[in-house]
Structure formats: C-alpha cells, structure tokens
C-alpha cells in the first residue's frame, strides 16, 4: 500500500472517531481510564527523564561555558530556553510516542486480532468513535500539563546538578532562569505539545485498528507505530517552530 | 426467519461465496459445515454485517440487511447476538462488566436492574459468583459461557455463532451445544452455527448447510446426513472410522 493511500485512509478513519459518541456515560467512563493508563500511568518516566536531562543539560551548558567573559547566569538562561522550547515539548512527546504509542497499537490491535473489534461492530457500536476519541481527548487535555511538569522538573534538575557538582552557584542559576522570562513561550511549547498529542494518539490508533494477522503483526504494527508518530512529530515540529517563532 | 439469496462475495477477485441461498427458521438450530476455505466464516461474516456481499440478498424477517438505512441497521444489530470462535470478551473489563456492556450502550436501565440481568444470564449459562473475574482468569469454557451470556443479554432474535466449541474438551463442548439448543427454543431464537465438530452437528444440528467451494453443496437434517448419498458430505462428515462405523450402525438399523 503506497503512502498516500495510508494518508487517506488515516484521514477516513478520523472522519469516524470524530462522531458523538453513542452514550455519554459510557464514553466518560472510557475517558478517565483512558486518563489513567495514558496519563497519569506517564507521570513517573517523564518526572525521572525529565529531571535528569535537564541536570545534564545544566552540566554540559557549565562546562562548555568556560570563558570568564561569558556570565554564568546564562547557564541557568540556557537550561530554561532549551528545556521550555524544545526538551519539554518535543522531546517528551517522543518519549510519549515510544511508550503510550505501542500500548495505544499493542491494546487496539490485540483488540483487532482477538475480534473484540468485531464484537463491537457486531454490537451496532461504532468502534472507531468508543476506541479512539477518549483517547484523543485524554492526551489533548493531560499532555499539556505533562510538559508544564517535565520543564519545572527539568528547570529543578537543573539546579539541583549546580549544588552537586559546584559549577555553578545556585544563586547564578535562579537569575538565569529568571531573566528574559517570555510567557509567549510557554504558550508555544502547549501549542506543539497539543498537537504532538494529537499525533500519539491517533497514528497509532490507525497502525493497532488496521492490523491483520496475528501477534507478530501487532508488534510489528507497534514498532511502526512509534516509529511514524516520532517521524511525524519531528516533521510537525520543524513547520511549527517556522510558523510559530519564525 | 432469514433468507439469503445467491449471496456472492469476493476479495481481491477471488469469489468467496458463489451465490449462496438459504434459509434458517426461528426456534431451529442451524449449523454450517464445510471444509476450511470453504467460505463459511465469509458467508457468517457476511450474515452479520461485518462483511458485504458483493450481490445477493440478506432478509432478517422482511427487512433487507443491505438496504437498511443507517438507524435501521443499528436497530437489526441490536437484534443480534454473536459468539465469537475465541469469545471475544474485552480483557479489560471484568465479567460482569462484559456482560452489562451493551446494556449500558443501548438501554436506559438502572444500575441496579442492569445487574439483575446480569446475574439473571448468569446464571442461565451456569457461571454464577462469577461477576468479578477477569476473562483471563476463566477456563476456555468459562469464556464461551460469558460470550454466550453477553450474546443473550439484549434477548437477540437472532444468534450467530463462530466456532462455539473449538479448543474445548468433548465433555465441555456438549455442555456449551446443549446450552445453545436450549436457550434457542427458550428465546424463541434463530441460531445460526458455524462449526467443525461433527459431534456438535450431529447432536444439535436441525438444519444442516454444507458449502464446498463456495457452493451450498447440501443442506438437510442431522437425520438425513446419515442417509444422504451426496459423496462431498460423505467425504467430509465420515472422513473418521468412527464416524463411518455410526453412520453404518444408523443406517442398518433404520433398514
């Protein structure tokens, strides 16, 4: 199948999630274990990635910054642009693409190949709609809030890697972080976090619900899956950083 | 009753079903065989609408399956209870939730009333104090016990089965055929199985359909298999000693 078929199709199977859902009681049901499993469930990776990167990202900005005419309160500037701009953001998102984008295919393509799908279908259920849509809804609303913890903590790393290693003084750091703050930015990395949220959840919802075959071919789904959400991410986040701060 | 008529279906070219026409009565116990590859779980798929026949007519008591509009079809579905091969319960949800599930989506009970027809099911397939168990915790027969019970809960017209005693033990496998005659006279219900078992055709099949290639090659009762001089049917219902030496014990003594 070439790509712009898949393109289509994917197009086609949105077009299905994106209908009311049959009963709302249900559907808000399926919404907080959707909640739970894709966000709060992420909580832990993204806290101890998150800190530790941006301690690294501290301690590199330290240690290339050893000239006595540069200031060392751009460490603590330079760990707060990166981590705000770019770490939170997209790179959270990859992270959110290899771990929640295989179970979001493993669990809807186990679903597919043990007919649970048809099950529903049989039932008169619009599949698509039940699966995917508290899915999409999940991650649009608890991703934002994830990236907002990953650049405090990253930002905390930070500053917890100067009191350790010396290289820098805490007291640089704060003023670091505290110069040129732009709330604008902040807004920019939620903007691309919601839409990078949108792709982890439904490019693998697409790879798991058109999964024929058996379990080799759901992992092999789930290895396509992570792989394209981060190639779309990275793609996406190239035209958004144009459109956006260009 | 339903009605199928020269039912055709094809994929990628290749036809599937080349044009299939029958009909199962209410109360009755239908059952397909066939070799694999003979088109039977297309021709099932295809009475229950997760496949569309490329010609042919499907009539659920009058109303033409393909022609329906969007509300009708939803509203036919509802008719419709189906046993998958391997259960297709959702692993996520508990057994009681399984079962509650389309009582959720499509009926404005209570909680309260939605249990007690839970438990009323459950009872019906002999699973109860089962409600909280995990479908991966259940035996294979368990499984088929809860789908059977799922299938039943909106009270179907209509029941479609795939397989029902495939990886089951002989003993289980007569419990899960007596079960399926039984609440189809008891629903009032047409019953529609597809199935490999031989044991299970001979036992509870009223209707017989056999397809080769594609091809409704017989159809009759669980008595007239024994008598039936078609050579396919023969071929493949008496391919095992066992069976040819039943059929000759039947035969020999109907004489």
Known sequence: MNYLEHIGKYFIMLKQVFKKPQRWSVFRETLFREIEDLGLKSIGIIAFISFFVGGVVAIQTALNVDSPFIPKYLIGFATKRGLILEFAPTFMSIILAGKVGSFITSSIGTMRVTEQIDALEVMGINSLNYLVLPKIIAALTFYPLLVLLAM?????????AGLLTDLFFSEDYIYG??????PYFIKYAVIKTIVFAFVIATVPAYHGYYVKGGSLEVGRASTQAVVWSSIVIILLNYFLTQMLLG | MIEVQNLIKSFNGAEVLKGVTTTFEKGKTNMIIGQSGSGKTVF??????????????????????TELDIKSRRQLRKEIGMV?????????????????????????????????????????????????????????GMQKRVAIARAIVMNPKYLFCDEPNSGLDPQTAIVIDNLIQEITKEYDMITVINSHDMNSVMEIGEKIIFLKDGVKAWEGSNKEIFKTENEAVVNFVYSSNLFKKVREAYLSEIK
């Open chain 1, 177 to 182: 972080i505290q110069l040129e703050f732009n």
């Open chain 2, 44 to 65: 099932l798929k295809c009475l229950i609408g997760l496949h569309v026949p490329n010609s042919g007519v499907i009539c659920f008591d009058g109303r033409k399956h």
């Open chain 1, 152 to 160: 405090f903590l990253g930002i905390l790393g930070g500053y917890y």
């Open chain 2, 84 to 140: 998958f091969q391997g259960g297709a319960l959702y692993d996520s949800l508990t057994v009681e939730e399984n079962i509650m599930f389309p009582l959720k989506m499509f009926t404005r009970s209570t909680p309260l009333e939605m249990l007690k027809r839970v438990n009323e099911v459950l009872e019906r397939v002999n699973l109860p104090n089962s409600n909280k168990k995990f479908p991966a915790e259940l035996s294979g």
